[in-house]
């Protein structure tokens, strides 16, 4: 089921309306008029960028040693938070990878929308695009989906025939480091499939089209 703000739609409609003017393909679609764009939502200061980066005073999201600097501004669910995983249930740092905890910070609904830039927020995420803290219906991502080589060409197609390579007009996404068991190793991530400012123009923030299931099928060999 889908749900989407009204006004979003409406900037939807209109964006692709001048990106079918400015570019037939609509491969340069942008975060503007996307679901991340929060210009009118009210709780974004009326700016498109502010509440997930911010040019001074960013964030260090350094999770065990493996982090990321996106100049981040948004507030991370605590440490302590508990994840239901297909492993059990698990902490944050050991459930997620850096990437996907900036995901966390609005789609698990622990932290509220408008938590940024070091103020404290009231307003949550809901409907379909909370995600929540209980990942067992969810699509693998950090420690439950660690990339094993070994099922390379068997169960999953090679790393380097996807990791990054072009599909159509837009490329998939990398795989993430994390420490899974005292180890560092690759995982799958919420960026791994998904571009959060909608560069390439897909529908739910893909990084490639899934069309006939391709962006599944670049992995799993099925
Ligand atoms: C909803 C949150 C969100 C919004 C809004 C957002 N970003 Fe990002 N941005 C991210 C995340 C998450 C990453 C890390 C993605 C990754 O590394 O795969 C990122 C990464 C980046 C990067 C570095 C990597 C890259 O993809 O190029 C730049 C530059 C960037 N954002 C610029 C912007 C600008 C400029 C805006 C406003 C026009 C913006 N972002 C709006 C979440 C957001
Ligand atoms: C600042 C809070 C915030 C952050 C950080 C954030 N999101 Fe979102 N995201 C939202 C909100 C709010 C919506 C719903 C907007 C609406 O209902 O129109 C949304 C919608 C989405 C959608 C639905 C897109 C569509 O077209 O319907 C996807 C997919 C998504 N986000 C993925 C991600 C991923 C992946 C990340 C991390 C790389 C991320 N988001 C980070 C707030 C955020
Ligand atoms: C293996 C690829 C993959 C991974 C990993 C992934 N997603 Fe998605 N996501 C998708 C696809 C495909 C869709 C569109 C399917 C659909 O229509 O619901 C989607 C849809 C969504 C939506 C929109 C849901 C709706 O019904 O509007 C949100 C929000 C979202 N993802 C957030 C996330 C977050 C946050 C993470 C990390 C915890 C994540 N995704 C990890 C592939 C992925
Ligand atoms: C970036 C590569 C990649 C993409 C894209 C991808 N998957 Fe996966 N998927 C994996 C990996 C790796 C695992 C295994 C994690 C594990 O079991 O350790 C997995 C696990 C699964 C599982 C088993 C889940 C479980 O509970 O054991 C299913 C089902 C699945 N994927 C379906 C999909 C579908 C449907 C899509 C498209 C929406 C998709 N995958 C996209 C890599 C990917």
Known sequence: MKRRHMNNLGLKVLALGA???????????????????????GWSRNQICLPCHTPHNAMHVDINGYGTERLWNHSLPSEGQVYETQDGPMPRNDALDAYSILCMGCHDGTVALDSFGGVNGSQFIFGSELIGTDLTNDHPV???????????????????????????????????????????QPVISCATC????????HDDLLRISNTGSQMCLACHIK
């Open 194 to 201: 998904h571009e959060p400012h909608r560069r390439g123009g």
């Open 142 to 184: 950090g420690s439950s989906a660690v990339w094993n080589p070994i099922y390379e060409g068997t169960r999953y197609n090679p790393r380097s025939t996807w990791e990054g390579q072009t599909f159509g007009n837009s490329s998939m996404g990398r795989l993430r480091d994390m420490i899974v068991n005292g180890q560092v």
């Open 19 to 41: 990106a079918g003017i400015l570019c037939a393909s609509g491969a340069n679609a942008q975060i503007r008029g996307s679901a991340h764009d929060f210009t009118n939502a």
